[in-house]
């Protein structure tokens, strides 16, 4: 309504001027996500496959309120003229298509829930890894892949590790101040890292977004209704190899593993 009224107001503007009508198209929302954008995440996904050659890659769409409903969400690829659907499975996974179209005219991928209510995340997985671990290396190429992407929901400058110069994938992934956040199946007690006969917990301060937000800094958090699932692992640290599985401690059992 706001796109009409400003188009409607500028062609009489013109109109009076005795100038010739224009025609301005309604403007998308600035925090949908780029297909470009998405794209490029996935063409370095192709390039950087070194990090986890035997794994696959799909992204994920996780909540950022609790109010919001995660259930049979659809998502679409939209442009000026193409509208693309694109299948998501009941844990909102999905593949993205490409579509020469779509990427031409700058198309958006939009779900269908309020774009503030979700986050979303690359999600990078070498198969046959024992259950309740994940792999340094697919973490690693995840955080590029996602900040290539634009995935990282809206910021606030409170966060001090988030800057012009870190906003980058190789600032956000390559540097201890540029903490990139991955969220677990379920609430954590705590994460180890084992390589070979190393074996390191990681400290609590890398635990729940880093145990420092606050009322005011949720709402600018990825984390903001996940808190409990959340943690950084060291992907700058060379000494740490690819092959390192990162080990969770749940809160609570998976649903097939309770007892009766």
Known sequence: MGSSLMAASLCLQAHAAGQSTVTVKSTRDPVDKSYRK?????ERFDRERAFAPNATLRFQLLPRLPSVDMRGITLRIAGDTVSVPVEIDANNYFVLPRNAQALQQDAAVLASRKTASMTWRARIETPGLPPGTRRLGDLRLECRVGKEAGLVSNSSPLFGWISDALNTPEGVCTSPDGNYLFFAERPIFA???????RVETLPFNMLYAGGEQTPDMLPFCDCQVLLDRTYYVPLWDASWPDDTLVEFEYMVDAPNEAAP
């Open 38 to 42: 998405m794209i490029k995440g996935m």
């Open 191 to 197: 994460v180890t890292l084992r390589a070979g006969e």
